[in-house]
């Protein structure tokens, strides 16, 4: 683990000590946790393999069917 050392505006201290307070855990914990919340937008994840449903447009019929006896 690495050590990060931050500076909290005292309004931002004082509601992380509430947040400690209720959620019953450390501030290092609590912090940790968000944190990685925040970051995992940032993550690079693989791309997911196609399930193969859309093979080409042509194939998919047309709408009008579907919908044409519902007037």
Do not use: N, W
């Amino acid at each position: 683990m690495r050590t990060a050392m931050i500076a909290l505006d005292p309004k931002v201290g004082r509601l992380l000590t509430r947040a400690v307070r209720e959620r019953g855990v450390s501030r290092p914990d609590f912090i940790r946790q968000h944190l990685s919340l925040a970051l995992e937008q940032y993550r690079r994840h693989r791309k997911p393999r196609s399930a193969g449903t859309l093979c080409s447009l042509s194939e998919r019929g047309d709408e009008h069917e579907l919908f044409s006896g519902s007037r």
